[in-house]
């Protein structure tokens, strides 16, 4: 089963944090959505990287990255009513969107996660 990782999954790798191990063992089989990319660029960008830095981080990764097409965003769209109570964000959305696509599991670091029913499984990393 492909894992899907979710922009704080990546961030723990990436910042050397807790679970950071966990996400490391499933890179091989990996996905990202373009959105989950642009949030864990953004946030390296905050922490003082350059553009270019930031996106070398992400290719060295080696994960497969998936675009956002009309049917994903259709279905991280039907997302939001099961999930708008838990806070979550479009590119959370568009990571769960992509795991119940690709028959994945979910990586977050994010634990209100954990509580979701939702058609594809979920594994919080910490």
């Known amino acids: 089963m492909r894992a899907v990782l ?6 723990a790798l990436l910042n050397g944090e807790a679970g950071g191990e966990v996400v490391q063992s499933h ?8 959105a989950n990319v642009v949030e864990v660029g953004s946030k390296l960008m905050d ?11 992400m290719e060295l990764l080696d ?8 049917s994903l965003a259709s279905l991280a769209m039907a997302l939001r009513r099961d999930t708008r ?5 479009l590119a959370d959305r568009l990571c769960l969107a992509t795991a119940i696509r690709a028959g994945g599991t979910a990586l977050t670091a994010d634990r209100a996660w954990a ?4 058609p594809c499984p979920i594994k919080v990393i910490r």
Do not use: N
Not at 6 to 11: C, G
């Open 63 to 70: 994960v497969d990255m998936i675009d956002i097409d009309v």
């Open 27 to 34: 890179l091989s089989e990996a996905l990202v959505s373009v």
């Open 85 to 89: 109570h838990k806070g979550l964000s």
């Open 47 to 57: 922490g003082g990287m350059t553009h270019e830095a930031a996106w070398e981080a």
């Open 115 to 118: 509580s979701l029913d939702l």
């Open 6 to 11: 979710d922009a704080s999954a990546i961030l």
